[in-house]
């Protein structure tokens, strides 16, 4: 009896020899530490995986999806989305690649929106048209900042980060959880939840850029789209909705039934050419609770993927900001459009358009936003 515990305790022991000091460790849990902030505190990464051979890799650098990897219809598996494949890459990101954007997704007029009488003043980091705005939290929104990680649920990790007042000029002190979680229906769920102290203004929005074809290389223009949203918010040339809520019958902005996305990218349209082919919020059709928002599908490989959520609307941009400037995985520069971004989300600029649905928080209150990919292929 004693030898069958002597023997492995023996191999324990040597094995714990032979690793090296600097060897990444992996708990039960699965997460590992990514890499150092500058400041020098540790950053965690972890990994989800289900029966069905999907993995989603989360870190607590700016609570980013990392990678997501799905099954082609021939069951080969491949990163579906573009990235780093290191930590410090991602420190370098300001595209928002893979990121929990917030405490504003999307674009605020002038960067200036009035809250109780009272204005505030937040960066403009954004100039579409030459005309400046606030995009996506500010210099150093949520997507660059160090959330805490621990694993949640049955197969999830739930992330926390508390907005201090004033924090990029936002009022109230804002408490954030997201989780991610990968269930074995092929669903990844991103949650977000926040509450405050003080009156504020929240749209918290999960960013990833997708390319279904599993190879960075190619462009997202083969991709079919489909979108739940009979209305789309016209813009000006900065980028800032009118306020007019659109219809997209016989534009090149209807999406109710599957399109590909390139035959039209480059069509003669307003909004279009304003947006340097799509980058725009589309008022999904009206619905209680978690419903479908928006389907795509990279016909060459199958894969298809779908998003549901809870949130009124969902920002398309076709990636016609990627220009081949930085190296991503495996040291690919990401080309104009080879890849995409469905955002779901509250109104861009609703703090300065009353008649959109509000964005307001107050203290008492809990914004709550969900959204749900599921993989499949066919
Ligand atoms: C916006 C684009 C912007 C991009 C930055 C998207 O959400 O719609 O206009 O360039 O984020 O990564």
């Given amino acids: 009896m004693k030898t069958y515990l002597i023997i492995p305790a023996m191999i324990l022991a040597l094995a714990s020899c032979q690793k090296p000091a600097e060897m990444k460790t992996t708990d039960a849990t699965n ?5 150092k902030m500058p400041d020098g505190r540790e950053v965690k990464i972890f990994t989800l ?3 069905n051979g999907l993995t989603a890799r989360v870190t607590e650098y700016g609570a980013i999806l990392v990678s997501m990897e799905t099954p082609d219809k021939a069951g080969k598996t491949a990163d579906i989305t573009h990235g780093y494949d290191t930590l410090e890459g991602w420190l370098t990101n300001t595209s928002y690649l893979g990121s929990t954007v917030g405490r504003f997704g999307n674009r605020i ?5 009035a809250l109780d009488g009272k ?7 954004n100039k579409p048209g030459g005309i400046p705005c606030h995009l996506h939290g500010g210099l150093k929104g949520f997507d660059k900042v160090l959330w805490s ?16 007042d004033g924090e990029e000029g936002y009022p109230g002190n804002l408490t954030v959880k997201t989780t991610y979680t990968l269930n074995d229906d092929n669903e990844l769920k991103w949650e977000t939840t926040a509450t405050t102290d003080a009156p504020t203004i929240v749209n918290i929005v999960h960013h990833s850029y997708w390319n279904l074809s599993g190879d960075p290389t190619t462009s997202i223009n083969d991709h079919e789209l489909t979108l739940n949203a009979p209305h789309f918010l016209p813009t ?21 039934n599957p399109m590909i996305i390139g035959e039209r990218v480059d069509a003669d ?4 050419k304003f947006g340097g082919g799509y980058d725009h919020c589309w008022v999904l059709e009206k619905g209680e609770g978690v419903r479908l ?13 779908e998003v549901s959520t809870d949130q009124p609307a969902i920002q398309f941009y076709g990636g016609n900001f990627l220009d081949g400037s930085f190296a991503g995985k495996g040291g690919v520069k990401y080309a104009k459009r080879s890849a995409l971004c469905l955002e779901t989300e509250g109104f861009p600029d609703a703090p300065n358009k009353p008649a959109f649905p509000s964005c307001v928080l107050r203290p008492g209150e809990t914004y709550k936003h969900v959204m749900i990919h599921k993989f499949s292929a066919e």
């Avoid at 204005?119 to 980091?125: F, H, Q, R, S």
């Fill in 149 to 164: 990680g621990k694993p949640f649920g049955d197969n999830g990790v739930e992330f926390t980060y508390v907005s201090k």
């Fill in 31 to 35: 997460q590992e530490v990514f890499g």
């Fill in 119 to 125: 204005v505030y003043t937040l960066a403009t980091n």
């Fill in 269 to 272: 349209f307003e909004a279009l």
């Fill in 236 to 256: 000006d040339t900065g980028l800032i909705p009118t306020g007019e809520i659109a219809p997209v019958a016989g534009t090149p902005m209807d999406f109710t």
């Fill in 293 to 305: 928002a928006a389907r795509i599908k990279d016909p060459e490989s199958g894969r298809v993927m």
């Fill in 109 to 113: 007029k002038d960067g200036k929106f």
């Fill in 49 to 51: 995986t289900n029966k």
